[in-house]
């Protein structure tokens, strides 16, 4: 047996809409790849478009200690980077929420 390659397949349900993830194939080629997720996903016309890429060409986000989390820390966007918020307000001589 040839060897096959796996490809994702991702398919657009109407113009305009984003592209959802409709399944996985083996095929020997690319061309090959195309026929056939045309074949598999478009058997009652679901979708108006597809993408049929190598999952070789799939670049996955490295996961930080199990959880996928952004890039760049952002723990100013989180509720606990707020907490010292009121003592800084007593402290300038300001009232909570910035009304006096």
């Known amino acids: 047996m040839?060897?096959?390659d796996v490809y994702e397949v991702?398919?657009?349900e109407r113009p305009g809409a984003e592209f959802r993830h409709a399944g996985s194939?083996?095929?020997a080629?690319?061309?090959f790849a195309r026929v056939l997720a045309q074949e598999l996903f478009c058997r009652r016309s679901?979708?108006?478009a597809l993408w049929v890429v190598p999952r070789s060409c799939i670049l996955e986000a490295p996961r930080a200690g199990g959880a996928l989390g952004p890039a760049e820390?952002?723990?100013y966007r989180l509720g606990s980077g707020y907490?010292?918020?009121v003592d800084k307000w007593k402290l300038f001589g300001g009232e909570?929420?910035?009304?006096?």
Do not use: M
Not at 96 to 100: E, I, K, S
């Open 2 to 4: 040839a060897d096959l």
């Open 10 to 12: 991702f398919g657009q």
């Open 25 to 27: 194939l083996r095929a």
């Open 29 to 31: 080629d690319a061309e």
């Open 46 to 48: 679901e979708y108006v």
């Open 73 to 75: 820390p952002r723990s």
């Open 83 to 85: 907490r010292g918020t």
């Open 96 to 100: 909570q929420g910035g009304v006096r």
